[in-house]
């Protein structure tokens, strides 16, 4: 409708600013990884989880975050690392992605930085990222000189249905 | 059109009071099935409800549906008037069927979004051709009455028309509070500016102060008091909140979902400091001080401290949340007879959902409470506490059965959809069924209503299908009575049993074993070994059918086994009995509720499991010395001369840290309908209401286990699901 | 056909403008107040609009309240039935109650926004204006 025109004729007092995006950043195995702000729910602290038997090594089980049961996942086991003692630092991101919410176990959180699009890039075909990260990172942002590895959250939420082939392959 | 409905938009309306209107056509239909006409009553009913259907249709602009209402209405303006003997009932009757088929498929068109744009001609030839007939028959003696179809229209209104808007998503009403930080130059401006990115997915906007253009004093009310506006879209509050974000200097915005009502009031209170001469100031004194927006107007408060800012996001959340439920609510609502409607209010399923949820939360805090550990310390003087825990105890299970008792419907809509099947079936069928109705009046918890209807459907149609013999095969074997279903429902210790009965052939134990037999479904069992009860069961396993010929009505690929598994969905089970020549009757034993059960805790290696509290018939400590393991490795335990299968959890599900020794731990003897097993667990942990919450569905079901709870604690247990378990 | 069309938003204004125009002469107004004015200007000019398009929520008078004047303006001059302007509300407000309280106050049809511009001319045809 012409309501579009209208806009343009009368919104001349338009603001112009780069296409910044916020990502919580957090440290697993050596590594920084960045998760999009807009995925991540909240952090919390490491609490007592309900172990589902049956299932894989990196769903370490069900947590109660008031009144909602929600799986948690080690990201080091996830990203194909050995599983450390969980110390006072140890934290959970809650994400949520079109509905569904997931609680990540990272070694500690970085903090909250922002990433202009120009400063992301496609992560390398080949490189030293973890075999099994690899496939949940879109991009490598740089900020600072230093690199942070960006996931997709929403594979990280969606991987347990493709699991199946690309285990089978890997082992 | 009931005012009553208000809140309800325009073809919400039209769609919902249509379904009602067919739905009493139908059942008025069927009920003068057996009469073999319609009465004085039943006329007046039908003419009406083709009347107020064809009204509405045509204000609705859905031509089709008018026309063809519109041409039973004259039928039935006919038979009203002029009172003719011996119509045709029968045929009359399906053309009611047909008219009604018709109009519900259009409304289905309706609710997907796509025009309605069947065509009727060939019913509505049919229907001209019937009421020629009919006043043909009448006698020629009232020559007047011939021309009272469309004489009568003098008392029709004028015509009325309603243009519905270009599908699109249902728009939502907002209400916007926008605070600048008080150092903001201009904010008059930026605040048209937020405005004015809102125009391009507004339906309709409205602000206040209105004349932040024209009045430059309007700038230091923006300050001072906010910014608020009234904003009408079919876009989610985050997309607003991402177009205000593009104008900078804001401090602070709040958007809240609101209803029309509200928002009307708001543009007529905007709209009063709207006169000529009015300045901001005046605009402030008068309406805006009301709370027409729901956020509290908040006094020059200089920065927000970032709590009361979070709490305005949490809120923002939850009312999203709120918007997505509703969006999923389910248009349809429980219809409610005319008669009954003065002691009844139609309530959202949703909103009943979200108060069970609520109530299981606070069954669940409640034990939270009484269960502290704080309470444990030594000494401590609970006898008030104590008391006051029991009254807390008792009110909150009254609570809970008020709402079960608040969700229970009759079983009757259900069961009268089925006298519209045996009908149809039978009829095209050829054979002669009639359908007794036992119990319509049994109630039963509306999710469960839901989840019987389409089983029950299947065996409704088995039974005509394939129960029940052709008129003339039952003449041959000498079966003198009527085909007959029967359909009926009662109420059974916590259990609703809904059966379906007939008196038709029954089923073959012979044929059926062979099958099985072929099919390899025996196992290592022999013939002998197994009861009519459990040889009927293989019916509902996949693939299994005894009929070689697939007719339209059954047997068209989804058998036996998936009834038994829409059942086995809200934990119930199907039962069959049958007797070769006489008959067959399957009965549904479902629970009458679902949410809130009882439940047994125990645990092993740190995990706690929980099964439901009827399904334990004891606890036991066992020695060693009962364990009888077979040469295979299966292991079972002898009690009292019986011998229970043992399923070790611990082993079952590989977990390590967990007690061996039988005589260490604790064996639970559970039932799954007619079996009993022996579970072995390290320690019982206690007995609770349990609220049944889903597995979240990132983790690929675990054999045995069918959802989770939350415990006293706060933890979380693991729902053990024994049928599963066992892998029947 | 002459239409009179009393919307408060430019957009949407245009946007009825451009769809109307081609049917004969339109004439645009931003209020309630300002349509009740031109309709009576018709009026005394013995060139009455055959229809008007009203919004309901406008500044001034909402377009019930035009409705009504307008109605009253015609009973008051004993306007007979077939002369009388067909008014369609065009809104954006589809509650049940909304539609029918302006069928209670005499619209012969009421729109909802967006406006299907096909059935709208389908009306238009069947009030036999166009």
């Given at each position: 409708m012409s309501k579009e025109n209208l806009k343009q004729v009368l919104n001349d007092e338009e603001i112009v600013t780069e296409n910044k995006k916020q990502y919580m950043t957090f440290r697993s195995c050596d590594e920084v990884y960045g998760l999009s702000l807009e995925n991540v729910s909240e952090i919390i602290g490491l609490q007592q989880f309900t172990e589902i038997p049956e299932t894989e090594d990196y769903i370490r089980g069900l947590i109660n975050l008031r009144g909602k049961v929600i799986p948690v996942v080690d990201v080091r086991i996830r990203f194909g690392r050995e599983q450390l003692e969980y110390t006072d630092r140890t934290s959970v991101i809650v994400i949520q992605v079109k509905g569904t919410v997931l609680g990540l176990i990272v070694?500690?959180?970085?903090?909250?930085?922002?990433?202009?699009?120009?400063?992301?890039?496609?992560?390398?075909?080949?490189?030293?990222?973890?075999?099994?990260?690899?496939?949940?990172?879109?991009?490598?942002?740089?900020?600072?000189?230093?690199?942070?590895?960006?996931?997709?959250?929403?594979?990280?939420?969606?991987?347990?249905?493709?699991?199946?082939?690309?285990?089978?392959?890997?082992? | 059109m009931a005012d009553d409905m208000i809140t309800e938009g325009m073809l919400d309306m039209f769609i919902f009071e249509t379904e009602q209107g067919l739905e009493t056509l139908e059942n008025v239909g069927l009920d003068s099935r057996d009469a073999g006409e319609f009465d004085d009553d039943h006329v007046n009913e039908i003419f009406r409800i083709m009347h107020t259907i064809k009204g509405a249709s045509a204000v609705m602009m859905y031509q089709n549906i008018a026309t063809l209402a519109h041409k039973l209405e004259d039928v039935f303006y006919f038979i009203r008037e002029s009172k003719p003997e011996n119509i045709p009932h029968a045929e009359l009757l399906d053309y009611i069927f047909e008219v009604s088929d018709f109009i519900n498929g259009e409304l289905e068109k309706i609710k997907e979004g796509?025009?309605?744009?069947?065509?009727?001609?060939?019913?509505?030839?049919?229907?001209?051709?019937?009421?020629?007939?009919?006043?043909?028959?009448?006698?020629?003696?009232?020559?007047?009455?011939e021309e009272a179809p469309p004489a009568h229209a003098p008392e029709e209104d004028k015509p009325h028309f309603y243009i519905a808007p270009v599908a699109s998503e249902d728009s939502h009403f907002y209400s916007i509070y926008i605070t600048y930080s008080p150092d903001t130059d201009m904010a008059n401006i930026k605040a048209y500016i937020a405005v004015n990115a809102l125009k391009g997915i507004a339906e309709d906007i409205l602000f206040t102060p209105s004349d932040i253009i024209s009045n430059p004093d309007s700038a230091s009310v923006v300050l001072e008091f906010g910014f608020k506006i009234a904003l009408q879209t079919t876009e989610t509050a985050d997309v607003i909140m991402d177009l205000i974000n593009t104008s900078s200097g804001i401090d602070q915005v709040e958007v809240n979902e609101c209803t029309s009502d509200e928002f009307l009031?708001?543009?007529?209170?905007?709209?009063?400091?709207?006169?000529p001469g009015s300045s901001a100031g005046e605009v402030l004194l008068g309406p805006i001080e009301q709370p027409t927006v729901r956020t509290d107007a908040k006094p020059k408060e200089i920065p927000l401290t970032e709590e009361e800012e979070k709490v305005s996001v949490a809120r923002k959340a939850e009312k999203e949340e709120e918007q997505e439920k509703k969006k999923l609510a389910p248009k349809k609502k429980k219809p409610a007879k005319k008669a009954e409607t003065q002691s009844f209010i139609s309530v959202n399923i949703q909103k009943m959902d979200l108060l069970m949820d609520l109530i299981g939360e606070l069954v669940i805090a409640q034990s939270v409470v009484l269960q502290n550990p704080d309470l444990k310390v030594p000494g401590l003087d609970l006898s008030n506490f104590q008391k006051a825990a029991v009254q807390l105890t008792k009110i909150s299970s009254e609570l809970q059965d008020a709402i079960m008792a608040m969700r229970m419907m009759p079983l009757k809509n259900t069961f009268q959809k089925m006298n519209r099947i045996v009908y149809d079936t039978s009829k095209k069928l050829g054979k002669d069924i009639e359908l007794e109705v036992i119990g319509e009046d049994t109630e039963v918890d509306k999710n469960i209503i839901e989840h019987v209807s389409d089983p029950l459907m299947h065996l409704i149609r088995n039974s005509v299908d394939h129960g029940i013999e052709s008129n003339e095969k039952r003449q041959e074997i000498g079966k003198h009575e009527k085909g007959k279903i029967v359909l009926a429902a009662k109420n059974e210790g916590g259990q609703v049993w809904i059966s379906v009965s007939d008196n038709g052939k029954g089923l073959k134990r012979d044929e059926i074993l062979e099958k099985a037999k072929k099919n390899g479904l025996l196992g290592n069992r022999s013939e002998r070994d197994l009861t009519d009860k459990e040889v009927f069961n293989f019916i509902t396993l996949p693939g299994f059918s005894t009929k070689k010929q697939v007719t339209e009505y059954s047997g068209r690929g989804v058998g036996m086994d998936v009834v038994v598994k829409n059942i086995q969905e809200v934990g119930g089970v199907l039962e069959i009995e049958s007797e070769e020549g006489k008959g067959s009757t399957m009965t549904m034993k479902i629970p009458l509720t679902l949410a809130i059960i009882d439940g047994m805790i125990f645990s092993v290696a740190g995990t706690n499991f929980v099964s439901a509290t009827n399904a334990v018939s004891e606890f036991i400590r066992v020695d060693e010395d009962q364990l009888v393991i077979e040469p295979d490795g299966e292991e079972y335990v002898m009690i009292r001369e019986i011998c229970y299968p043992l399923v070790r959890l611990n082993r079952f599900y590989h977990m390590s840290n967990s007690k061996e020794n039988l005589s260490d731990g604790i064996v639970i003897i559970l039932n799954h309908e007619d079996r009993k097993i022996a579970v072995f667990a390290d320690e019982l942990v206690g007995e609770q209401e349990i609220v049944v919450k889903?597995?979240?569905?990132?983790?690929?079901?675990?054999?045995?286990?069918?959802?989770?709870?939350?415990?006293?604690?706060?933890?979380?247990?693991?729902?053990?699901?024994?049928?599963?378990?066992?892998?029947? | 056909m002459r239409t009179l069309i009393a919307e408060d938003d430019f957009?949407?204004?245009?946007?009825?403008?451009?769809?109307?125009?081609?049917?004969?002469?339109?004439?645009?107004?931003?209020?309630?107040?300002?349509?009740v004015d031109a309709y009576l200007m018709g009026l005394e000019a013995d060139m009455p609009y055959d229809l008007v398009c009203l919004d309901i929520m406008m500044p001034k008078l909402d377009g019930y309240q035009a409705l009504k004047a307008i109605r009253d303006i015609e009973d008051e001059r004993n306007i007979p039935e077939n002369k009388r302007a067909k008014i369609i509300m065009t809104t954006a407000l589809n509650e049940g109650a909304n539609v029918n309280r302006a069928f209670d106050l005499g619209c012969v049809a009421y729109a909802g926004k967006p406006i299907d511009q096909a059935k709208f001319e389908n009306v238009l045809r069947k009030l036999e204006l166009i």
């Open positions: 070694d500690g959180i970085e903090g909250v930085v922002e990433i202009g699009e120009s400063e992301v890039s496609a992560p390398p075909s080949v490189s030293t990222i973890e075999q099994q990260a690899q496939k949940f990172v879109f991009g490598i942002g740089r900020v600072n000189g230093e690199v942070k590895l960006l996931l997709d959250a929403e594979k990280l939420i969606n991987d347990s249905e493709e699991e199946e082939e690309s285990e089978d392959e890997e082992e | 796509s025009d309605p744009d069947g065509v009727a001609d060939e019913l509505i030839a049919n229907l001209d051709t019937y009421l020629k007939k009919i006043q043909g028959s009448a006698g020629g003696g009232s020559a007047k009455k009031k708001f543009c007529a209170e905007a709209e009063a400091g709207n006169h889903p597995i979240p569905s990132y983790i690929k079901k675990v054999k045995g286990i069918s959802g989770c709870t939350q415990l006293g604690d706060g933890s979380i247990s693991l729902i053990l699901d024994i049928g599963d378990l066992i892998g029947k | 957009a949407s204004r245009k946007f009825m403008l451009k769809f109307l125009s081609k049917y004969g002469e339109c004439d645009p107004t931003v209020d309630g107040m300002e349509a």
